[in-house]
Every structure is written in structure tokens, then in C-alpha cells.
């Protein structure tokens, strides 16, 4: 996915950003608005944790969510279980897009205790990119016990070997169908499997039949087989993912359902049944929703949502199934995540059984409609949504909720329906600078659709009070100390919310953090190992040790971004400078480094430095002039200039042609290259010409 791909946005200058300290246990991002919804909707924002990737729920009501990190969290009744339930450690990559990625319940969970769970394997003790030894994804069964804990020893894995060769596009979702069988969902990995250099629509692994990347796989609750999977019995088929190693041979993956997948993120299952829609990330113009069918071809590298790849008009007929419903990316919404059908009776018509679907980029929910004739359309249904990367419906007193993770924020929410006035939520930070204190109550909301927060009322733990109609307010204490806040807030609807209390430190000061190297003028080389470092004080602690502080790099796509590395801990953080996804993303992508230091009061401050690629200017011509010439996945036209990274691998071609009305064959390229050949982008500004003759 494009994160996502996942705070709102990281500045995109060089900057130095004074916040006070997070509320106990939450992330330190900025305050993110309210989502909007329908009237008689409403939005809780009930625990916080690390980049969340999935949620689904156990029969007694466990809700159970993945970290990008590899940790399994279990929350009951709404409050988050300190101890995770299982911690994979450095067995697991999470560079990039890895990490833990789907987790499913049996559905004699019952009796079995079976969870399923899909994550990259650090298979050959490296993760990164560009390397033989590419980490693996893989799903694993464990057995969950009463303490809510994964019992030492259960884990069993079932289906293993899946490439991720580029750390993105590994997809990782996981459903049972009413047919009692395991569905899985794997990306392209990116790359293609063995030529490094052919990335997004160059990747013809969804293509390949032989491996099970860019598919939906079907198998047992013990990994088998099912006899009825359609290339069971092919010629040449063979068990691709076997744990025991890949098994010989050419043919077919017998554990493959469908095919023709980009990204496969999310998908879900109409309650009851073994339908599933499938939400397929796409690349540069369609995000798309497929209606899963056995053996069924949906088109990707050669299709793009309803119409030939890398185009918005190019959308006749094809051989391949095409999406129920897909939209393109005109409107700033680029990256489909997370999808839930709502159960019937749970929710008042007309949402009743519809589907619902979330974009990452735009933070929009939409409802799919049926139109008259056929077909569907989109309405949105919630919007302002931070980063949602899963939608699921869980247990909610004696009905239920649709719940859903924000991926940056580090939140799970519920949504609920609700004819009356909820009470708004209070919270707040601090940001004390000596006895002069900033309280900030914007993090305060109101989950009532069309409702918001009006007032802010403040007791400053001093005998002194104030009600503002803003939400940051500036207080002066009398002396030193430790005073407890209390903010409580009101509604527009006069609704007044339960306390939220916390200690502010009069007279201390949040801590300075520097990022002292490399130079924001420094520009990186694909390939390039940067390492970043930072120095931080306090003006009551003095100067803080490494451990005060966690980096967390994001790669800047466009209009959104995708975690790259960490949250890691320490006075710098070493990173390879990635090669862009295309020559599109070549234009408008870089690495973001945010650092956070704390004090040993939990006072934080932000340092970010935008990390910017080595930028080459590449011309391309022919002699004659005017012919049609191939750099990487785009045509262009002699003489054309392209903007590449330094170290980015181009391939070039340069087919036999008419130009002018007269034919022309291939004589040779001045690099001395092949008709078809890969150029390394060079340091300096460099023209390539492809000389043709007549025949």
C-alpha cells in the first residue's frame, strides 16, 4: 500500500517543534479532529498503541489488534491489556511495510483457541531491500489462552516462503469463509521475484502462476490443500508455500484462489458466507474493489482497476474480471484500505448490509450503492478520518460497532449508532515553559455528528479557575510545584464532559532537541546508508542520553506518506536511502526523520529533518530525431528529459520504428548499451541517444 503507507502530516521543512507531553499512554502527534458523520452516529476513541494494522474479535469479546512491530495486543471491555499477547521480536522484519499484518480467529475458536496470524518472516537474518536474502512472509497458528496470552510453543506454522522483496506491497489480510476455510491475501512484493530493478507496473509477479505473490490463497485450518481450489490437479502443480521449503517443479500454486492482485491490503467477508471483497491498492490512476471469485484472472500488471495499466481512457473490454466498483485518483484519494460489511440489523437502512470502505490518503469511509441497472457508486458515509488502515465490526454491548485503526495516530475507534447527545471528551496537554504553563485542550471532541466542543473549563490545581471559548489557554502559577489540571468541556448541545485530570510541572521547561547531522542541504544517493543524529537537553535534567530518544522515519509520497523505519531508540538512526517506486514518485518523494526526546518528567519536544534525494536530470534522444523510446514504464518521445535519483536503475529500449513515415531498426545506444538495456543514473546530468539506421 501507499502509506502508507499512516500524526495527520510531518512538516516538510526543517524544523525544531516545541509539544508538551503526551497523555499516559498515547502517541505524541498533534490533535486530529473529529471525524464527520451521519446524524445519529457517533465516534469513541478508545485506546491508543503503536501504528495498529488489524482488529478482529474473539467469540467472548476479546478484541484483538496487530502492531506493525510484531506485537499482538488483546483488549477486553475496551481497555488494552499492558502485556502483549505475543511479542515476535527480532524473528520478524518491520522495515518499511512488514511487520505483523493480519490476525484471524478460528471459527471453532470455541473449543480450538486457533488464532492465525500474517507476518514477515526474518527468514535469512537480514531486512532490507535489494539483497538475496529476502525476508519472507508467512502465516502461523497459535493457540490464545485464558490469560490472554499466546501459549509458549503452540505456534504452528501453515503457509510460508512468500517473498517481500521491497518491503511494501505485502498485503496480509486474513478471513474464514462460511466454507471453513482459511482465505489469504498477498501483495506483488513490489519487485519482481528475481529482477530487482522491474518495480510497480514493471512487476509481473501477479502474472506468474508459480508463486503466490499478487494472489488470494485458500487453505485448511492446518494449511492444507482444499480439493476443490482451482488449480488442484493442473498440470505441473505444486504446494508453493509448503514450511518444509518451496516444492519442486513449474506448475501452478495449488494454494491459489485468484490472481491478478497489486496489493490486496484488506478484505472482507459478507456476514455468514464466502463472499469477500477484495480492496486492491492501485498505482497511478484507479483504486479498486473486486468481487472474489475462484479462479478468477483480476488483470494487474495489466490492468489497473477497469482499464489497461497506467491509463484513464484505455478501458475497452478484457479477458480479465474486472472490479465491481472503482475510482480514480482525481480527487486526492489514491489509496484504499480497510472494508466491512455492515450486519443486517445492526445499523437502521439504508445501511443495513452495505459495504463500507476506507482511502488512507483522504481519510474518507464511503457506502458502496447499488444504481439502478447495475453497477454501483460511492457515498460517503464518514470523512476527516485519520490514516484508516482496517474496518471491522466487533461486539458492542448487546449489539455492534464498526471499528476502525487510525495507522499514524496510533488509535482504535469505534463508531456506534446513537440517538442521543453524547457527552464530549476532555483531554489535554501541557507545555510548561518556568511557572508560565500552556494547556492545550484541542485534543477535546465531541462524537456526535454536527456536534462539536464550544467550551474549555479549566481548574489549574491552584485555587484558580477560567472557562474559555478557545482551547488553549496560558496560566502563571505562584511557585514551583507539582499541580493537578482539570479541564472539563461542553458541547454545543450543552453536554458536559467527565473530568480529565493530569500533573503539571510548574517551573519546569520541556527539553531541546537538535538533529546535528547530516546538513539539510545534504542530498542522498539510492543505496546510500544515512545515518541521522540528534542531541537533546533539559533545562533540569541536563544533557539527555540516547535512550530519551525515538526516531521514527516516513517516506513522503506525494500527498501521503509510508512508514519506513522505526520507532527505534538511540542518538541517531541509520538508514539506506530507497530508490523511488517510478519515475513519477522520482518527482515528488523523500525520506521525513522525526526524532522525539523526552524528560524525565515525560516532557517532549520534536526535532524533523527532511531528507532529500541526489536529483539527476536524464535526456533522452534518438538520431534521427522524433522516435518513440521506452525508460522504465513510460514512452516518451525523442527528445524527452526525465527526472531520476542518482543510483536509480533505469531500463531503456528502443523498439524498430517509422519516424518521419520512414522505417528505422536499432543500431546502438551511446552508453554503448543494448537495444534493451538498464542504465545506473549517474551523479551529473547526462543525455542518452539511440542511434537508428535505415534497413
Sequence with gaps: MR??????????????????????????????????????????????????????????????VTQDDGRLRVARGGTLIATPALDLGPRACTDGERGLLGVAVDPQFATNRFIYLYWTHNAHAFCGIADPRTPENRVARYVLGDDSRVVAGSERVLIDHMPSPATNHNAGDLRFGADGYLYVSVGDGGCAIGAATQCGPLNTNSRRRDIPNGKILRVTRDGDVPATNPYVGATGARRCTLPAGVSPGTGPCTETFASGFRNPFRFAQRPGTSQFYVNDVGQSHWEEIDSLAAGRDYGWNVREGHCATGSSTDCGTTSFQNPIFDYSHADGCVSITGGAFVPAGVWPAPYGGSYLFADFVCGKVWRLVPKAGGGFTRQVFMSGVNRPVHLAFGPFGATQALYYLDYFGGAVHRVRHTASNTAPTASFTQRPNGLAV???????????????????????????????????????????????????????????????????????????????????????????????????????????PGSSLTWTVRLRHGTHEHPFAGPVTGSSVTVTYPAPEDLLAATNSYLVVSVVARDSRGLTSTATRTLLPKKVTLTFASNPTGARLTVKERTVTAKATVVSWQGFLLSVNAPDQSIGGVRYVFSRWSDGGGRAHTILTPAAATTYTAVFRRP
Design 3 to 64: 502509506r502508507p503507507a499512516i500524526a495527520t502530516a510531518v512538516s516538510l521543512l526543517l524544523s525544531t517543534t516545541l509539544v508538551g507531553a503526551a497523555l499516559p499512554g498515547a502517541p505524541a502527534s498533534a490533535a486530529v479532529a473529529a471525524p464527520s458523520l451521519p446524524a445519529g452516529f457517533s465516534d469513541d476513541l478508545l485506546f491508543s498503541l503503536d501504528t495498529p494494522t488489524a482488529i478482529t474479535f474473539t467469540p467472548d469479546g476479546r478484541a484483538l
Design 438 to 544: 500552556t494547556l492545550d485542550g484541542s485534543a477535546s471532541s465531541d462524537p456526535d455528528s454536527g456536534d462539536s466542543v464550544t467550551s474549555w473549563s479549566w481548574a489549574f490545581g491552584d485555587g484558580t479557575s477560567r472557562t474559555t471559548t478557545t482551547p488553549v489557554v496560558a496560566h502563571t502559577y505562584p511557585r514551583a510545584g507539582t499541580f493537578t489540571a482539570t479541564l472539563r468541556v461542553t458541547d454545543s448541545r450543552g453536554a458536559v464532559s467527565a473530568p480529565a485530570t493530569r500533573s503539571v510541572f510548574a517551573g519546569e521547561h520541556v527539553p531541546t532537541v537538535t538533529i546535528t547531522s547530516p546538513a539539510a542541504t545534504a542530498r542522498f544517493r539510492v543505496g546510500q546508508s544515512v545515518t541521522v543524529q540528534a542531541s537533546a537537553t533539559d533545562p533540569e535534567d541536563g544533557a539527555l
